[in-house]
């Protein structure tokens, strides 16, 4: 079946701009991460939905990004007014449910440059 | 932080075994260990998780020391395509809202050679 998609794979941005970045994860699946992933290092967690709500956003790394998921489904990771320290590989993962031992399948992710 | 230990590279020729450590010495009664990869421009593939016992799947092997502070991830017959980042994760089972984050250290490069 169709595994968790994430759009766009690339995005250049200059310094300043907006960015909106998209994740449709695997039908049905409750749980949902966004991590991002700096050059050369393991990727870190953001922000967690489970269904619509939000429930953890502690690792967000400023104000200027904010995550919605508003129907339970497809979720938009934006980044306001980017800086060149936000350039990193954006991933968004997915998971059945949010208790038990199951496993986050995850996006291709997204390779945002900002120039 | 990571809570698992896991040297930061690995060689090994493709066919045979390739046997990934990690140390895991503060793991809590009621935490999994986990094994994902992240093959180059990809996003972390899940290959298996254990409590206690040894686990098998189509993918791989884990061995859990009976102490569990450490662990082993067992490729059998490693392929070139088995070159990848190699990532080890204790995680509660029951958990809500940030426990559920995966928490990935650096991992173990690992590299398959013809």
């Known amino acids: 079946g169709a595994g968790v998609s994430q759009s766009p794979r690339y995005k250049v941005a200059k310094r300043g701009q907006d960015v909106a970045l998209r994740c449709d994860p695997i039908?049905?699946?409750?749980?949902l991460f966004w991590y991002q992933q700096a050059l050369g290092q393991g990727p870190e967690f953001l922000t967690y939905f489970q269904n619509e709500a939000q429930l953890d956003k502690s690792g967000l790394p400023s104000d200027r990004f904010f995550a919605e998921r508003p129907e339970g489904s497809v979720s938009t990771l934006k980044i306001q007014r980017t800086q060149q320290e936000d350039s990193a590989v954006y991933l968004c993962?997915?998971?059945?449910?949010?208790?038990?031992?199951?496993?986050?399948?995850f996006g291709p992710g997204t390779r945002l440059t900002v120039t | 932080d990571a809570k698992t230990t896991q040297p930061p590279s690995m060689d090994c020729a493709e066919g045979r075994a390739a046997n990934l450590p990690c140390n895991h010495s503060?793991?809590?009664?009621?935490?999994?260990v986990y094994w994902y990869r992240q093959i180059h421009s990809q996003g972390p593939q899940y290959i298996i998780h254990g409590l206690k016992n040894n686990e098998t799947n189509e993918m791989a092997s884990l061995i859990i020391t009976e102490d569990r502070k450490s662990s082993t991830l067992i490729l059998p017959h490693a392929t070139l395509r088995d070159t990848a980042v190699y990532y080890c994760i204790v995680r509660p089972l029951n958990y809500g809202g940030s426990q559920g984050n995966l928490i990935f250290g650096k991992g173990t490069k690992l590299s398959v050679k013809p």
């Open positions: 503060t793991i809590s009664g009621n935490e999994y």
């Open positions: 993962a997915s998971s059945l449910a949010q208790r038990g031992p199951y496993e986050q399948y």
């Open positions: 039908s049905g699946h409750v749980s």
